[in-house]
């Protein structure tokens, strides 16, 4: 069974910093992995998607590296804002029981104080 | 173009209360999610669909029901709720296959006391 750990559960830094947040997996055969934010009370919005062929996404300040191999996700953040503050959440897609699904892991908190 | 909305955003039940959440997409997907997210549980799948008038269960379908008569809309029904679904509700919709990006609601806040 596919599980997904994120860690840290909570990050808080200082605007403007450089910042990396982690996504692990345990099978490796997946179709793609994806990044997520969750504003409080709200739903999720699409950041990357980055399929299991490829290395790495790019979207302005953000950029997420894949390592299949090694079961690994990164999701960094360039020069972090205020309006950054949101949970951040990795779904690797695979399949689950004779179907395609993603599995979510539970999250990263990120606070970035002014 | 309004993407995936969700009707109610709140709502209260009584424990043995039964209730419909609507799930309606814009973007002519094929594909349907009804997920569920508790604290500490992160996001789990309850019902899914791949296309019009099929459903599937997901990983905590028991307790719920679902249909998809026409392809815009995708309803989770509770027929005798609990307080063990008590949660914030996400539908999502992707354009084919699950491996596609999936577009998700507002979510809906269910309290069952």
């Known amino acids: 069974k596919q599980e997904v750990t994120q860690i840290p559960a909570a990050l808080s830094v200082p605007e403007g910093e450089n910042l990396v947040l982690n996504c692990s997996f345990t099978d490796s055969a997946i179709y793609n992995l994806q990044w997520f934010r969750q504003d409080p009370g709200k739903g999720l919005t699409s950041l990357l998607l980055?399929?299991?062929?490829?290395r790495e996404q790019t979207s302005g300040r953000l950029n997420a590296s894949l390592d299949k191999s090694s079961g690994r996700s990164t999701l960094y953040i360039a020069a972090s804002q205020p309006g950054d503050s949101a949970t951040y959440l990795c779904a690797v897609s695979s399949t689950q029981g004779g179907s395609e699904k993603l599995v979510f892991g539970k999250g990263t908190k990120l606070t970035v104080n002014p | 173009n309004a993407g995936v909305t969700q009707t109610p955003k709140f709502r209260v039940l009584k424990t043995g209360q039964s209730m419909t959440l609507l799930c309606a997409q814009d973007?002519?997907?094929?594909?349907m999610y009804w997920y569920r997210q508790d604290p500490g549980m992160g996001l789990r799948l309850i019902h899914y669909?791949?296309?019009?008038?099929?459903?599937a269960k997901g990983e905590v379908p028991d307790g719920y029901n679902v249909s998809r008569l026409k392809k815009q809309n995708f309803l989770l029904g509770l027929e005798s709720a609990a307080p063990s679904q008590t949660s914030v509700y996400f539908c999502?919709?992707?354009?084919?296959?699950?491996?596609?990006?999936?577009?998700f609601g507002p979510g809906t806040r269910l309290t069952v006391l």
């Open positions: 980055i399929q299991s062929s490829q």
């Open positions: 973007m002519n997907h094929e594909y």
């Open positions: 669909s791949v296309g019009e008038g099929t459903t």
């Open positions: 999502a919709s992707s354009r084919r296959q699950a491996t596609d990006t999936q577009y």
